[in-house]
């Protein structure tokens, strides 16, 4: 059912909630409510002029629609145009939420570094600065719920806290670039020298399953024992300079045991070769202050003294995001860099999809949502499915990458840093891509190295332009675009028990190719008929596309 409530009404948030509209719309000739992912919600609804029953609409009339949410949903009119010719009102309205566009604002400049649940935070303490009459409030938590203690991912950026005294972590010292530079432990300061790249070894090594090297991000070094020799009091180390993709120069010498103890809470680093040799501030556990060297040393690996375990610590989880004059909207999934949307990379990472509840907005962990919003499984036959359009583009497809560092500097005799599909196509696909924050001091003078991608030596840029153009290539370029439509018309019979609950933050399992294999797709966007009470079409992307 569609109500109306007309601006001059004075109707409160509450009223409007509990009670009727003014007008009750029953013969509207179309009604349709779109979503789309981390963006406006709006509804365009058509009806006879002689519903108003003589009264008259306005730009600030209210729609309340069902949308088999536990609450019927508001929005607010933005324009409305007359057809004289049907005699109807075609009205465009965004939902109530995105008022704050033009209520909620940030008038004492904002710089947020913090984890997800801090610009939260953050958030909520701009919307009471800014005295609503309407309450507004976002609802969010972070991925990790503690961030500082994650399982290894591959390729996750980290810093490394010993587990007794996490206020220390491994440290390459002074940010050396040099071969054999011993690491110690130093106070947390999130610096490109406390900064490490996991990388997962696929096997096992003499009976451990989680095998892993490190590489120092301010060197591009990988991490060894010293002379690769299993005593005790070897240094550890930066060993290797990280080469192009193809030809890594590794050993299985390089890599790393980390076994979990639950009561250590934390990760025992061990050599494979022999697991009673492990990393230990000190060597001998002796001394436990800034700037002890780590060694390695032989406790045993019955030995369960926390001082030898560590913790690994989600490098991206704590961003820096500046909100100058920005309104809510802005700050939560503008299309700033600014926003939370595009400065956490948890929020594409983990498809955060943010849903409202009239003035509630939630946004983050998908399941930390109130109940009625968290994320269903839809399942789906291939007879089901009435129209299925799938649009695949290769425009943006870059499959090399010629890296180009400030001033100019590039890779020897024009190197291209290549994607794992540069065979797989017909063509290379080849772009000139400019990393203006990959910096050689001595082109810049005001450059450190406590700012990532900073260089003493070249050969260590160099290394570090084959890391993040790889990277930028393994994570969005080297993949085709792809846009998967499906009509609906008989998808939502009674065979799919709640399709007509079905919300844009939903999965669905789909048969596409009548193997009896569904393939996992989710939305980007979503028209629902208010009249029908029923999603109309959807435009997914396959799990293998996120």
Known sequence: MIHLFLSKKNTTYQQMIERNGDIVLKNCKSAKATFERNSIWYVEIEFPKSELLGMKISEESVFKVDLNFEKAQ????????????????????????????????????????????????????????SKSKYPYHVYGDRWYEDYKNIKPEDGREV???????????????????????????????????????????????????????????CSCRWICAENYEDKNYSKIETYWLRNNPSNTNMHWEDYWGLIYLPE??????????????????????????????????????????????????????????????????????????????????????????????NYDCYFGKPNCYKAALKPKEFYVGYKEIV?????????????????????????????????????????????????????????????????????????????????????????????????????FEKLFGSNIPNANQLKLNDVIYADTSNSGEREKFYLNKMTYDLIKEMPDELTLISETEV
């Open 387 to 487: 129209d299925y359009t799938k649009k695949v583009s290769m425009e943006n497809v870059v499959t090399g990458i010629i890296p180009k560092a400030y001033n100019g500097r590039i890779l020897p005799n024009n190197e291209i840093v290549k994607s794992s599909k540069w065979d797989e196509n017909e063509i290379h696909r080849i772009e000139m891509k400019e990393y203006s924050d990959v910096k050689l001091m001595a082109d810049d003078s005001s450059a450190t190295k406590t700012t990532f991608g900073v260089f003493k030596n070249e050969s260590n840029l160099q290394a570090y332009l084959r890391y993040i153009a790889g990277k930028d290539l393994k994570n969005e370029l080297q993949n085709s675009d792809t846009e998967t439509t499906i009509k």
């Open 264 to 357: 250590a809470n934390g990760y025992k680093i061990v050599r494979p070769a022999d697991k009673n040799y492990n990393w230990c501030p000190g060597g001998d556990g002796s001394g436990f202050t800034q700037g002890v060297k780590i060694q390695l040393y032989s406790h045993g690996i019955g030995n369960k003294s926390q001082s030898l375990f560590w913790q690994f610590e989600d490098k991206e989880s704590t961003q820096t995001a500046y909100w100058v004059r920005y309104n809510l909207i802005q700050c939560l999934f503008g299309s700033e860099e600014n926003s939370m949307m595009n400065r956490w990379p948890e929020c594409e990472e983990r498809r955060y999809v943010a849903m409202f509840d």
């Open 159 to 217: 810093h490394i806290h010993n587990a007794y005294k996490t206020d220390l972590c491994v440290d390459v010292p002074l940010a050396n670039e040099d071969i054999a530079t011993q690491l110690q432990m130093f106070k947390a300061n999130n610096s490109p020298a406390q900064t490490f790249v996991l990388k997962k070894f696929s096997d096992e090594i003499n009976g451990i399953h989680e095998i892993w090297s490190f590489m120092s991000i």
């Open 74 to 129: 508001l929005f607010r009119i933005v324009y409305f145009k007359e057809n004289r010719i049907s005699d109807t009102y075609v009205c465009y309205a965004t939902h109530i939420f995105f008022d704050s566009q033009k209520e909620i604002f940030v008038f004492d400049d904002r710089t947020v570094n913090s984890t997800w649940d801090g610009a939260i935070k953050t958030a909520n303490d701009i919307i009471e600065k």
